[in-house]
């Protein structure tokens, strides 16, 4: 099976990169930061940018034909651990409102610094769709 490049229209137009790759039923997710479809980031703090972030991911992974319970992996660069430690119960509320409580293996990663200066957080995950 070869392999489809997943870049739904609803998200900003990638340029040097794709927002997913399906391959043999395994779809990676490229990095998504908080970008609305403007190639904007997300005022409002880590909480708006997780949502915004974690929205990007998710309409990648439904646009390949997937759903939120086949992530298999998921890893979060963050600029400010600390922050989205502080803000850790309103982010679970948000994963299991937007993908439910079946979570995948998980990576949290402090960065220095982002693509996006004003980018407090990057999604970067992995899904198999059965």
Do not use: C
């Not at 229209?9 to 990095?31: D, Q």
């Not at 609305?36 to 980031?41: F, L, R, Y």
């Not at 993908?99 to 990057?122: C, D, F, H, N």
């Amino acid at each position: 099976m070869p392999k489809k490049t997943v870049n739904p229209s609803s998200l900003a137009k990638p340029s040097g990169y794709a927002h997913g790759i399906l391959a043999a039923g395994t779809v990676y997710l490229g990095g998504q930061t908080a970008l609305d479809k403007d190639m904007n980031i997300v005022p409002g703090g880590i909480v708006e940018q997780f949502k915004q972030a974690f929205g990007n991911v998710l309409t990648t992974l439904i646009e390949a034909g997937g759903q939120p319970q086949d992530l298999v992996s998921v890893t979060i660069y963050l600029t400010d651990v600390d922050d989205y430690m502080a803000n850790g119960r309103e982010i679970g509320r948000l994963w299991r409102s937007m993908a439910g409580t079946e979570y995948p293996a998980m990576a949290g990663i402090g960065v220095s610094r982002l693509w996006q200066k004003e980018a407090l957080i990057e999604i970067q995950g992995v899904a198999v769709i059965e």
